[in-house]
């Protein structure tokens, strides 16, 4: 069983900061992709950022040079620093971790970030 839980969303003012923390456990071996997502109200999951467990990061464009993807393997954690947030950035964020040899995926829960003043 393995389980993703994702942690430190809020409300914050347009241009603050938040770092969302995503945590794999349960029986894995290893983990390779993780990665976040979000999915706005009426519109579809895209995503936001993802890295390789060699450190090998992409991002959509709209977060680009404002959000920032990284992880720590020994603790199969992915975490995002989110800064100049804007309204548009408002969504449920969610985590995916792809393990290794299975290749199955797991999500979390989803953490509600909003950008309102």
């Known amino acids: 069983q393995v389980r993703v839980v994702e942690s430190g969303g809020g409300l914050v003012q347009p241009g603050g900061s938040l770092r969302l923390s995503c945590a794999a456990s349960g029986s894995i071996f290893r983990v390779n992709t993780m990665g976040w997502y979000r999915q706005a109200p009426g519109k579809q999951r895209e995503l936001v950022a993802r890295?390789?467990?060699?450190?090998?990061?992409n991002y959509a464009d709209s977060v680009k040079g404002r959000f920032t993807i990284s992880r720590e393997n020994a603790k199969n954690t992915v975490y995002l620093q989110m800064n100049s947030l804007k309204p548009e950035d408002t969504a449920v964020y969610y985590c995916?971790?792809?393990?290794?040899?299975?290749?199955?995926?797991?999500w979390g829960q989803g953490t509600q970030v909003t950008v309102s003043s």
């Open positions: 890295i390789t467990r060699d450190d090998i990061t």
């Open positions: 995916n971790a792809e393990i290794a040899f299975s290749g199955d995926t797991y």
